[in-house]
């Protein structure tokens, strides 16, 4: 007489584990599009109509996981172009990693751009302020209020979660802060602002999907542990 109940999903893993690192039971939400470095060369994928293209020369550097997976756009002219554009709604959500410190240019670093609106993701000329700036809405430099220097030399995931009128930056995992100017452009440019000058520094694993998604609900980087 010690029955359970109601039991779905049971699993039992070798090793400990936190509940982010275990896989979900949930399906992945779509991805649009995916960036990745593949025998020294940009991949692009995801289920998004583009046809994507690199300008400038990013250079390929050693990744999060410590294999050749990331970029340097350390160059005024180095981006990825997401053929036309790439349009969401205003439900979408950015994951990727970058790395601190930043490449000092003492200008904006632009992470993502549409073709003709808004930088959805942009670290402003001070070299520390995340947040976004609004061109459509004439509003410019919304501030998340979190200072990016404060982070330790190295890898660092950054998501960011678009719905709702609200717009969430999370940095390795944890809410870091959010603002209502939530941009419904097109994602055009990736790692810098189309017409040059605003190189992001560097990137990995950059992924856009459909839907407001927390990073708990996201394909992790690190392999599943043993099953």
């Given at each position: 007489n010690q029955q359970w109940g109601y039991l779905a999903y049971f699993s039992i893993y070798d090793g400990t584990h936190l509940p982010a690192a275990l896989p979900?039971?949930?399906?992945?939400?779509?991805?649009?599009?995916?960036?990745d470095v593949v025998d020294g060369e940009v991949v692009f994928?995801?289920?998004?109509?583009y046809?994507?293209?690199v300008t400038g020369g990013p250079s390929v550097v050693t990744g999060p996981s410590?294999?050749?997976?990331?970029?340097l756009?350390?160059?005024g002219?180095?981006?990825?172009r997401l053929g036309d554009g790439v349009d969401t709604d205003s439900s979408w959500t950015i994951d990727c990693f970058f790395m601190t410190p930043l490449p000092a240019t003492g200008a904006w670093h632009t992470l993502t751009r549409g073709a003709g609106g808004d930088h959805q993701v942009i670290i402003h000329p001070d070299q520390a302020s995340l947040g976004s700036y609004d061109n459509i809405g004439g509003s410019g430099f919304t501030d998340t209020g979190f200072d990016v220097t404060s982070l330790s030399d190295g890898w660092h995931q950054l998501t960011v979660a678009a719905g709702s009128g609200s717009a969430t930056f999370y940095v390795d995992g944890e809410s870091i802060g959010s603002h209502t100017t939530v941009s419904n452009s097109d994602f055009f440019a990736v790692g810098n602002y189309q017409g040059g000058g605003q190189q992001w520094g560097y990137l990995s694993n950059f992924r856009i999907y459909d839907g407001t998604n927390t990073p708990e609900q996201l394909p992790q980087l690190s392999p599943a542990p043993e099953l």
């Open positions: 979900s039971a949930a399906p992945p939400p779509s991805l649009l599009v995916s960036v994928g995801g289920s998004a109509s046809d994507g293209s410590g294999t050749q997976e990331g970029l756009f350390g160059g002219s180095d981006s990825l």
